[in-house]
């Protein structure tokens, strides 16, 4: 098996931070209380997934291993343990990454700890599976005849 390959929040953050200093200088919508930064990055089969943390959004992050030759943009859906999300290809510097948008642009209200707080809260909730369904409320019927009892232990 090929070796993992190594957490890519560095990279992350410079390719961005090139971006923040670069074509999105002096943008309106930047939220300046914001850095830039990668939170909470783990494997998640064979990719990376955490949180990007910018001025002006927060988005989910998927950096495969073996990243598909794709046009920025493009749409993609993956199966996560809450269920199907929708990404697009995104090319930061060198980097081939999918992204799915949380929060574009980062409102004003949001300092550096609350928007860690949201980005970390999303990944948790991304992350858990759904509850299962609330079983059914047995009739009087079922209940008197024994139907759905659980065995004595």
Do not use: K
């Not at 997934?49 to 495969?64: D, E, I, M, Q, S």
């Not at 073996?66 to 269920?83: R, S, Y």
């Not at 990404?87 to 799915?100: D, K, M, P, T």
């Amino acid at each position: 098996m090929p070796p993992c390959p190594p957490d890519p929040s560095a990279a992350l953050e410079a390719a961005l931070t090139a971006i923040l200093d670069g074509p999105m200088r002096d943008v309106p919508i930047l939220n300046p209380q914001l850095p830039v930064a990668a939170i909470g990055l783990r494997r998640l089969g064979p990719a990376w997934f955490g949180a990007l943390l910018t001025p002006w959004f927060v988005n989910l992050v998927l950096v495969p291993d073996a990243a598909p030759a794709a046009a920025p943009g493009t749409a993609a859906e993956f199966d996560l343990p809450c269920g199907t999300l929708g990404f697009l290809h995104a090319h930061y510097g060198e980097l081939r990454v999918l992204c799915c948008s949380l929060l574009s642009p980062v409102p004003p209200l949001y300092d550096e700890a609350g928007a860690r707080q949201f980005a970390a809260a999303a990944l948790d909730a991304v992350l858990t599976p759904p509850a299962p369904p609330p079983r059914a409320a047995l009739s009087r019927r079922e209940l008197l005849c024994g139907r759905g009892a659980r065995p004595h232990e």
